[in-house]
């Protein structure tokens, strides 16, 4: 694991190989993130690159005196998974503390955020257990902490909402790391124990069972 100027750690493998998400069937999950993204106004919001997100987190440090440690999910994850040429606008991640201030920040700067204390309560299905103490630092500077999911967790993180896109990103990342069907069950198994009792349940094993079904069929 390499370490980019900045602080920046290099999780991806040495010879990675850029690789094709296959094409996997759409089931749609409940979710209660809330936040989608229209066309019109990707178009008219400048992309956001790690670099430029990790500017304007020192800068909100230094003007508020808040600490930031922040696990990023979508596609500013994708971004410093290696994705080479995955697009965003947004922030999307788990912040444990200052949620609303971190928000009110980055809005000033024209960048939408969907922030929340714990990644779990986006949707009915929980995140699996530990998911937090898996994750890797990739940035650790004064007042500045970005971290990402174990490659398995961000995978079941994509499962709990199930759209084209949603799928398409984790089908990239189980090539991307060697992820196996068997991995992925068992932490979807491990994410649904640790859920409440929801007809949503059914439709997130239908939609894991698909999933691995089709990365079994691309498996060497």
């Known amino acids: 694991m390499g370490r980019h100027a900045g602080g920046t750690r290099d999780i991806a493998p040495s010879s990675p ?16 993130s809330g936040f989608t993204v229209s066309l019109r106004r990707l178009s008219n919001l400048p992309t956001l690159t790690l670099d430029r997100l990790q500017t304007l987190l020192r800068e909100y440090v230094d003007e508020t005196g808040r600490a930031v440690d922040l696990v990023l999910i979508g596609g500013m994850a994708m971004q410093a998974y290696g994705h080479p040429s ?7 991640g788990e912040l444990r ?3 609303r201030s971190l928000k009110a920040f980055l809005s000033r700067h024209n960048i939408p955020a969907n922030l929340g204390q714990s990644l779990s309560g986006w949707s009915v299905v929980a995140m699996p257990p530990g998911y937090r103490d898996r994750a890797t630092v990739m940035i650790d500077e004064p007042g500045v902490r970005m971290s990402l ?6 995978i079941v993180a994509k ?8 799928l398409a990103d984790a089908g990239w990342i189980a090539e991307r790391f060697h992820v196996s069907a068997c ?11 640790a859920s409440l009792e929801d007809t949503a349940l059914f439709l997130f094993e239908c939609t894991v069972d698909r999933f691995c079904q089709a990365l079994d069929q691309t498996a060497p």
Do not use: Y
């Open 183 to 193: 991995q992925v069950r068992a932490a979807a198994d491990s994410a649904l124990a």
């Open 17 to 32: 190989g850029w690789c094709h998400a296959p094409r996997f069937p759409k089931t749609m999950v409940p979710s209660t």
């Open 97 to 99: 503390n200052g949620v």
């Open 86 to 92: 995955r697009a965003t606008i947004d922030v999307d």
């Open 159 to 166: 499962l709990r909402r199930g759209t084209d896109e949603d």
């Open 149 to 154: 999911l174990a490659p398995v967790d961000f």
